[in-house]
């Protein structure tokens, strides 16, 4: 397995959202950055420097998996990464409801579900970060 | 391993692999309809039909559904010869003038050249065309709440007895994993109607937004021992706890 890890650094976010712009014209191949698998979590008080990106931990133990009666979440054992199967998914979207942390998404338009699977080992987001607070490394 | 050989390709195939995802594995497209990876194959839809031989039939060959023929050490697979092609268009008439709405039905039809199937169109029928994908789907990977009932031209897809079934959780599997869009079902974002059943759904206990119905977290923390308090929140507010647990722990 390789020992590259996604490092996220909340202090140095700005939440200037190119992440999520890369995430969707890189998955959804369209700007739509409200169904991104990586979130900006901007501080609801607007305070500076506290913002948060969300994106998918990879648990060992993912209720994702967990919940999926299809087993269609695998683990991709190069990157170590849960990637989801779209031809073994039954779309009953157990999944969404397991994640605590909402890195599980629904995409409504296309009623399917999506989460980051660091795109197979060269994560699109952080190419993006102008600040590096979201590396791979 | 086992070597064989679709299409003039010499391919390998695992022990006991179908021929169906062998050929796709090899990028060899053989329509279906009836086929999804989640749930065992069934053969139902017949479109799948291939034919195969072996150097020691003596020019025998016979016709089979790939997604049900396992592979075999020296079979010799063809996809796409005039006994496969007139089969597989004759089976599309056969499901368009059952189905003449169902698009998918529609789409592999006119990719074969039909339009107008010959047979007598039933134009009241709906868009079902009895693959199964829902059945097994449910039975196996959900609550079994749904079974073809009846034989002959009565089959169709229900519940037990027709009635509202009380073991269907509500989660729309069947319907959304239906190739032709067959299965009805109401959803406003309050109430959510399938199978004559109608489920209350939950609202995001943070901004009200629809998630699941009452009863589909309850199947599933009763089946895989899964955190129930995680299903009452949208993802969206899911993700704002996250920053907002984040910030608590930084600043």
Redesign the interface.
């Known amino acids: 397995m390789e020992s590259k890890l996604m490092h996220v650094f909340?202090?140095k976010c700005t939440a200037c959202r190119n992440c999520e712009q890369a995430c969707a014209f890189a998955h959804l191949h369209e700007g739509r950055p409200t169904r991104a698998r990586i979130?900006a979590?901007a501080?609801?008080q607007q305070r500076e420097g506290?913002?948060?990106l969300?994106v998918c931990y990879q648990c060992d133990a993912a209720?994702c998996v967990?919940?999926c009666?299809?087993?269609?979440l695998w683990r991709d054992m190069k990157t170590g990464a849960v990637y989801h199967?779209e031809?073994?998914?039954?779309?009953?979207?157990?999944c969404?409801?397991?994640?605590?942390?909402?890195?599980?998404?629904?995409e409504p338009l296309r009623?399917w579900p999506s989460k980051c699977d660091l795109c197979g080992g060269d994560p699109v987001c952080t190419r993006f970060c102008p600040t590096g607070a979201i590396q791979y490394k | 391993m086992i070597r064989l050989t679709i299409d003039g390709k010499r391919v390998e195939a695992r022990n006991g692999e179908f021929l169906l995802a062998l050929a796709r594995r090899e990028g060899i497209e053989i329509p279906t309809l009836c086929h999804h990876e989640a749930v065992e194959p069934a053969g139902a839809c017949r479109l799948c039909m291939v034919e195969v031989t072996k150097a020691q039939w003596n020019g025998f060959s016979k016709l089979v559904t790939a997604c049900l023929y396992p592979a075999e050490e020296g079979l010799v697979v063809r996809t796409d010869t005039e006994r496969v092609m007139k089969t597989r268009r004759e089976v599309l008439e056969l499901l368009l003038a059952r189905s003449p709405r169902a698009e998918a039905v529609r789409r592999l039809a006119r990719q074969h050249g039909i339009t107008v199937p010959k047979y007598n169109v039933d134009e009241e029928g709906d868009n079902c065309i009895l693959c199964d994908i829902c059945t097994r789907v449910c039975s196996t990977l959900v609550t079994g709440a749904i079974a073809r009932v009846n034989r002959g031209v009565a089959k169709k897809v229900a519940t037990p007895f027709d009635e509202a079934s009380d073991v269907c959780v509500g989660c729309l599997s069947c319907a959304r994993s239906c190739p032709t869009e067959a299965i009805a079902f109401l959803d406003d974002g309050l109430k959510r109607t399938i199978w004559g059943k109608t489920f209350d759904v939950v609202a995001c206990s943070v901004c009200g937004a629809p998630t699941v119905t009452k009863e589909h977290p309850l199947w599933m923390a009763q089946r895989k021992g899964v955190v129930e308090e995680d299903f009452h929140v949208c993802d969206a507010c899911k993700v704002g706890k996250t920053g907002q647990a984040c910030r608590k722990v930084m600043w």
Do not use: H, L, Y
């Open positions: 909340p202090e979130r979590d501080d609801p506290k913002n948060v969300v209720a967990a919940a009666p299809a087993n269609a199967v031809s073994r998914c039954i779309r009953c979207s157990s969404v409801a397991a994640c605590p942390f909402g890195n599980m998404r629904w009623q």
